[in-house]
């Protein structure tokens, strides 16, 4: 049987759409991120999350992202090297008045500008909120 606080962090993986065997890279851990997130989401891939070192085609990138961690188009433009050509990349965020918090017009105007387009935003645990970030549909489809 399941607490409710664990449906809660078991939800969190659903929410960003991680499902079991995918793997999922995470960019810019610190002492500050949520680990119940990062619990679940390894419960629900089975395995360990990989570090900004990986080198394998990723399918969903974790970037922790604060408002002092520097360029986030570059980071960005890091994250999305190993991505596979479906993956996403979720920016996980500091909440409004938390430490680091980010406005979300600076993810609104890097976003664009390294070829991603943001598609939903949710809340992610108590402190932190993600932006769902995909590569936009691509000019193939509109050439049929």
Same mark, same amino acid.
């Given at each position: 049987? &399941?607490?409710?606080? =664990?449906?809660?962090?078991?939800?969190? /993986?659903?929410?960003?759409?991680?499902?079991?065997?995918?793997?999922?890279?995470?960019?810019?851990?610190?002492?500050? &991120? $949520? =680990? $119940? &997130? *990062?619990?679940?989401?390894?419960?629900?891939?089975g395995g360990e999350l990989l570090d900004e070192d990986a080198q394998e085609v990723i399918d969903?990138?974790?970037?922790?992202?604060?408002?002092?961690?520097? $360029?986030?188009?570059?980071?960005?433009?890091? /994250? *999305?090297?190993?991505l596979d050509e479906n993956g996403v990349i979720w920016v996980l965020t500091p909440k409004t008045g938390q430490p680091g918090h980010v406005e979300p017009s600076d993810i609104a105007?890097?976003?664009?500008?390294?070829?991603?387009?943001?598609?939903?935003?949710?809340?992610?645990?108590?402190?932190?909120?993600?932006?769902?970030?995909?590569?936009?549909?691509?000019?193939?489809?509109?050439? *049929?």
């Amino acid at each position: 049987m &399941v607490a409710a606080g =664990d449906a809660g962090n078991a939800g969190v /993986a659903e929410s960003l759409g991680i499902k079991p065997d995918m793997v999922v890279q995470e960019i810019g851990w610190d002492e500050d &991120v $949520d =680990d $119940d &997130v *990062r619990a679940a989401i390894e419960e629900t891939i089975g395995g360990e999350l990989l570090d900004e070192d990986a080198q394998e085609v990723i399918d969903v990138v974790l970037l922790w992202w604060r408002d002092n961690d520097g $360029d986030l188009g570059d980071a960005l433009v890091d /994250a *999305r090297g190993p991505l596979d050509e479906n993956g996403v990349i979720w920016v996980l965020t500091p909440k409004t008045g938390q430490p680091g918090h980010v406005e979300p017009s600076d993810i609104a105007e890097a976003v664009p500008q390294v070829g991603l387009a943001q598609t939903a935003n949710i809340s992610v645990g108590p402190g932190w909120l993600g932006t769902r970030l995909v590569s936009p549909k691509s000019s193939k489809a509109k050439q *049929r």
